[in-house]
């Protein structure tokens, strides 16, 4: 088994960041908060939610952006809407990112203004996690080293190789608008997705018993859902997934997954989580009006030139 972990590709992703935000007016330095659920009671079920926002507060510290975190109970079903509707009201709020489960979606995307909406969620732009997986999926089929000297823009594209059937493409329980964001998206690019190839949510049937080498999204809520057997030979899956077993978060495919030497796979806590990130923050300094050039060598060498800690200090 081949792991593919989008380390480097985030650590180029934010020394890019870092750079663009060097003549970032700081009046205008971006601002993101983030919303999500927690119970006390029922703490298994926000776990993942949790390692997510701790990830997206540790990027924004790496890159020098404030994080600011709203947490609400599960039951008060107003109260997210209410948080958003605050926010919006804010100018110095440049981004709002409200984590997944919130009993109270639809309410907060009608509180939710168009600019501040760096997750997609109002379909103006793209879902971080489908661009995360289509960044993995290249970097398993073309190499560790393909995002160098590229724009985040231009690794949004799927590169499939010739011999790549494109109908050797699964789409497992990538959850409503990210599912439906990653299929138009691979289909504006020629890349067709039948129905019977797409699993519903929390349900990995249509997954089973891949005979041919696939290239697999999978994101579905629960841990190790789809087996080893369950692959193909030569398959790439690109696992988003998140799921508590026992004292552990895990993603979508078992451990034996790990032990296929002919199987290409991304962790979700090192591939597509931290890819997310670096989009959802892209998108983040996007709405700040600061541009963001290549990745790579170039990107690593210019911030390195300049890696003075106070120049990257948040704005007061």
């Known amino acids: 088994m081949a792991k593919v972990t989008s380390t480097e590709v985030v650590k180029a992703g934010q020394a890019s960041q870092r750079a663009a935000l060097r003549n970032t007016n700081p009046q205008a330095w971006p601002h993101l908060a983030v919303i999500r659920q927690v119970d006390p009671d029922n ?7 949790g390692s997510y926002s701790a990830q997206i507060r540790a990027h924004g510290a790496a890159i020098g952006v404030e994080c600011s975190s709203f947490v609400v109970r599960p ?23 409200p984590l997944y489960p919130l ?32 960044l993995m999926a290249n970097l398993c089929l073309h190499g560790a080293d393909y995002y160098e000297d590229r724009t985040i823009e231009e690794l949004d594209h799927l590169a499939l190789p010739e011999d790549f059937d494109r109908m050797r493409i699964f789409l ?61 030979p030569d398959s790439v899956v690109i696992d988003g997934g998140f ?7 895990y993603g ?29 923050y892209h998108h983040l300094l996007e709405a700040s009006g600061v541009p963001l050039g ?23």
């Open 294 to 316: 290549a990745m790579g060598p170039l990107a690593s060498e210019a911030a390195a030139r300049e890696n003075d800690p106070a120049r990257n200090r948040i704005p007061h």
């Open 252 to 280: 979508n495919t078992a451990g034996a997954v790990e032990h296929r030497p002919d199987v290409l796979w991304t962790p979700p806590t090192e591939g597509v989580g931290p890819g997310s990130t670096l989009y959802l």
């Open 243 to 249: 799921g508590v077993k026992g004292e552990r978060v």
């Open 103 to 134: 009993d109270d979606i639809d309410e907060v995307k009608a509180h939710l203004r168009p600019k501040q909406d760096v997750d997609g969620l109002l379909g103006h732009r793209p879902a971080p996690t489908a661009r995360a997986m289509k």
């Open 43 to 49: 703490g298994d079920r926000y776990r993942p939610t």
């Open 172 to 232: 497992g329980g990538l959850g409503e608008l990210t599912c439906k964001r990653l299929r138009a998206d691979l289909e504006r690019q020629g890349i067709t997705i039948p129905d019977h190839r797409i699993a519903t949510l929390n349900s990995p049937d249509s997954l089973r018993r891949m005979p041919e080498r696939a290239l697999v999204f999978t994101a579905m809520p629960g841990a190790e859902l789809i087996s080893s057997e369950d692959i193909g």
């Open 75 to 97: 039951g008060d079903k107003k109260r997210a809407a209410q948080i958003v509707r605050e926010l919006s009201e804010r100018s110095d709020i440049t981004g709002i990112m």
